[in-house]
């Protein structure tokens, strides 16, 4: 398993924007897909944003005009940029990678929109 290493989590207002970013620490994971899930309190984990090695994306239709998920695979990172954040946005934040087939987790950012 590989260590992730999330960042960018906070309390913003509605309409306001975050990025989010996930780094894996080796040399050659051959990242196979990075994606991002959250968690709302009371609400199973559900898939925000994938991105595949060749760049394929997909969102779920909640955030889908709003959010955009990028990677760097020189630097084993991904990025979630979060536009015109509404308070269903609210949860807890997971970075996932996928390597040979195996995943890794992040272990989770605060994202909490209020106003």
């Known amino acids: 398993q590989v260590h992730l290493v999330e960042s960018g989590g906070g309390l913003v207002q509605p309409g306001e924007s975050l990025t989010l970013s996930c780094a894996a620490s080796g040399r050659g994971l051959g990242i196979n897909v990075m994606g991002w899930y959250r968690q709302a309190p009371g609400k199973e984990r559900e898939l925000v944003a994938g991105i595949t090695i060749g760049g394929t994306t997909n969102y779920a239709g909640s955030v889908k005009g709003r959010f955009t998920i990028s990677r760097d695979n020189a630097k084993n990172t991904v990025y979630l940029q979060m536009n015109n954040l509404k308070p269903e946005d609210t949860a807890v934040y997971y970075c996932?990678?996928?390597?040979?087939?195996?995943?890794?987790w992040g272990q989770g950012t605060q994202v909490t929109v209020s106003p």
């Open positions: 996932k990678f996928v390597i040979g087939g195996l995943p890794s």
